[in-house]
């Protein structure tokens, strides 16, 4: 048997996972994706995906789309979409849910805990209870 030496038109070389439609979906459905541990997941598809300091991009999914690398060209653009994403996006997202968190009703067991608090910094200053009279109230309710 001859000797037969096959080889791949430069074409059809190393193939890449293209990137172009997740960039896109970055840009115009930001409520798909999310933060969670580090790694960037949307939603919708349940892919994740890990950037390093240099911007190179890790995916993990659990269908063939984790196999192909991103091509470093695509890895600059989308790792430039998604540091566009996370200001633009996720950072204000985030800022008002724990701005929002601060003003929620606390439970019956940390209310308890929040009296029993006051009450006994009261008393270690010595300090009287605080009363407002009833006028100052009803007028504070409704102003005229």
Same mark, same amino acid.
Request: with cysteine; charged share 30%.
């Given at each position: 048997?001859?000797?037969?030496?096959?080889?791949?038109?430069?074409?059809?070389?190393?193939?890449?996972?293209?990137?172009?439609?997740?960039?896109?979906?970055?840009?115009?459905?930001?409520?798909?994706?999310?933060?969670?541990?580090?790694?960037?997941?949307?939603?919708?598809?349940?892919? !994740?995906?890990?950037?390093?300091?240099?911007?190179?991009?890790?995916?993990?999914?659990?269908?063939?789309?984790?196999?192909?690398?991103?091509?470093?060209?695509?890895?600059?653009?989308?790792?430039?979409?998604?540091?566009?994403?996370?200001?633009?996006?996720?950072?204000?997202?985030?800022?008002? !849910?724990?701005?929002?968190?601060?003003?929620?009703?606390?439970?019956?067991?940390?209310?308890?805990?929040?009296?029993?608090?006051?009450?006994?910094?009261?008393?270690? !200053?010595?300090?009287?209870?605080?009363?407002?009279?009833?006028?100052?109230?009803?007028?504070? !309710?409704?102003?005229?």
């Amino acid at each position: 048997m001859a000797n037969v030496e096959y080889y791949y038109p430069a074409e059809r070389g190393v193939r890449y996972l293209n990137v172009s439609p997740m960039i896109q979906a970055l840009k115009f459905q930001p409520e798909d994706f999310e933060i969670e541990r580090g790694w960037l997941s949307h939603s919708p598809s349940r892919h !994740r995906f890990r950037f390093d300091k240099l911007g190179r991009v890790t995916v993990e999914a659990n269908c063939g789309c984790s196999v192909m690398a991103v091509k470093a060209e695509q890895s600059e653009e989308l790792f430039a979409m998604f540091k566009t994403w996370r200001r633009e996006y996720w950072v204000p997202l985030e800022t008002n !849910r724990e701005f929002a968190s601060h003003f929620e009703k606390a439970g019956a067991w940390r209310r308890l805990y929040r009296d029993i608090k006051t009450a006994f910094r009261r008393f270690l !200053r010595r300090e009287q209870p605080t009363s407002l009279p009833v006028d100052d109230l009803v007028s504070a !309710r409704h102003p005229r």
